[in-house]
């Protein structure tokens, strides 16, 4: 392996993990009291990234997928899908889902985990109350 496919896959593997984490952080971070504000951050960014960014980039526009593609061309990956998650499914997996459920389910679990944040650090007081 030459010295520049050596960085590209070091790159590879970097923004596997880092992309990975920040979905799991967004999908799941409402849970712990001390990272909501952080996550409610992370999850406007990433819906700010979709939106706004797409509108010159297409609906969805992810920049770390963007790089990551770049890297994956340099190793001479060909077809990749628009969306990381199909990526990352696939990768993981094998399975090659229909876009639209993949776009469906990312959109779903990431406005879910909103609301989650938004329940549970603004409008707590609007849920019933536990007993203890």
Do not use: E
Request: glycine share 6%; hydrophobic share 55%.
């Amino acid at each position: 392996m030459n010295p520049p496919d050596f960085w590209f896959s070091v790159a590879d593997i970097a923004l596997t993990l880092f992309h990975t984490l920040l979905i799991l952080f967004n999908l799941l971070g409402w849970i712990w009291q001390g990272l909501r504000k952080w996550h409610l951050v992370s999850l406007l960014l990433t819906f700010a990234s979709w939106v706004v960014l797409g509108i010159w980039y297409g609906w969805g526009y992810c920049p770390f997928t963007d790089w990551h593609w770049q890297v994956l061309r340099q190793l001479g990956h060909t077809h990749l899908p628009a969306s990381y998650i199909s990526f990352l499914i696939t990768r993981l997996s094998g399975l090659q889902l229909p876009a639209q459920w993949v776009d469906a389910i990312t959109l779903a679990g990431a406005t879910g985990a909103l609301l989650a944040n938004l329940l549970l650090q603004y409008f707590r007081k609007y849920l019933p109350a536990r007993k203890k």
